[in-house]
């Protein structure tokens, strides 16, 4: 679609800058997302400098007014491309983690990822194309997360949507894209926010948005970068729930390193 924007949620840093760079490249003017303004201006004048338009608008997705707002200000725009990236996680023992994290956890990771997915595809349908890829995980991929539990299960819910909703499109030819992005270790400020270190090493975050982009072009529903992460979410789903689970708990338990 001539003329139309990229948008990306969670520019300020890792994963999402990194989407936004490549974007950049691809042509796309950019309209990028955050909490931190500072960081945002940062990504802003590095693009600018590159000739590439570029928009920031602040807003704390953990909020729904916020995330209303953020559509009302790209209601005049065409948008091709959304990235719905912003989120976080926690680690940790379920009966001892902060429940105020894990609840503005679910209010990014979920509820501000099925709301921007419900308004940027219904403002798609009019356009009639576009592309919106969700940043969901690995640990979406597998049955459950111990000692990450509420993470996994926010990004279970992020990749058990895509997938419906993208089966729901296809069922009516539409144009629209829906994906989800996969991922498991990407070297980014993750860690420090989710208070882990990885078990496994990190992919670099420019190696992860350029891979994703160029499946989503390719209409890719579900995104896992790497064959590790392939091979280990498959053999996730196929042996049984509780063996998955005592395995993953076994691997979490390792990133327990800071509040354990
Ligand atoms: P990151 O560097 O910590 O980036 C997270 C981004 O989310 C930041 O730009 C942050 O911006 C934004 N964000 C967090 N809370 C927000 C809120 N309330 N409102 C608006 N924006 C908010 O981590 P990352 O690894 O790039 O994470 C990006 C996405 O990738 C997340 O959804 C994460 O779950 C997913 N992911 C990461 C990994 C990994 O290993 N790194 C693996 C799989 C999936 P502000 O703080 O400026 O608001």
Known sequence: ????????????????????????????????TARRRDRLEELESELKAQGTECHII???LSQKEECYRLMEELSGRTIGVFINN??????GVFLETDVDKELDMIDVNVKAV???????LRKMEKQDGGYLLNVAS???????????ATYYATKSYVASLTRAVATELKEIGSNVYIGALCP????TEFNSVANVEFALPGITPEYCAAYAIKQMKRRKVIIVPTLTMKMATVGGRI?????????????QKKKLTKNS
């Open 239 to 251: 042996i049984p729930l509780a063996a998955s689970a005592r395995i993953t708990g076994h691997q």
């Open 114 to 120: 099925h709301l921007l997915t419900k308004l940027v």
């Open 184 to 187: 498991g270790p990407v070297d």
């Open 86 to 91: 912003a989120g976080f996680g926690d680690c």
């Open 138 to 148: 690995s640990a979406g991929l597998f049955p459950s997360g111990p000692y990450m």
């Open 58 to 60: 602040t807003a704390d």
């Open 1 to 32: 679609m001539k003329n139309s924007y990229a948008v990306v949620t969670g520019a300020s840093s890792g994963i999402g800058a990194e989407f936004a760079r490549c974007l950049a490249k691809e042509g796309y003017p950019l309209i990028l």
